[in-house]
């Protein structure tokens, strides 16, 4: 029995993790993303002006900030392309 809710627990726990953790950006290597100015300007294009935080993040450039609308956002940003893979609007 006591294994039984172990490995449960274990279950929920790397359920969790998994929800946590951030997007697979890319699987390309760090030589060819495009350098933090580019991404900021690029960023910039799309509309996010106001970025308090700007970071890597696993595969991923990721960025808190405003959008153009004003609205809070955290998005994660594929560094080779500068596209947008997952983008967390308020």
Do not use: H
Request: aromatic content about 8%.
């Amino acid at each position: 029995m006591l294994v039984l809710k172990t490995m449960v627990a274990l279950s929920a726990f790397s359920i969790a993790g998994a929800a946590l953790a951030g997007p697979v950006c890319t699987t390309e290597p760090k030589a060819k993303w495009l350098t933090e100015v580019q991404m900021k300007a690029k960023v910039a294009e799309l509309g996010y002006k106001t970025i308090k935080t700007f970071q890597v993040s696993g595969s991923c450039y990721e960025i808190y900030g405003l959008n153009k609308d004003g609205k809070r956002a955290e998005v994660y940003f594929n560094p080779v392309t500068g596209a947008v893979v997952k983008a967390n609007i308020d």
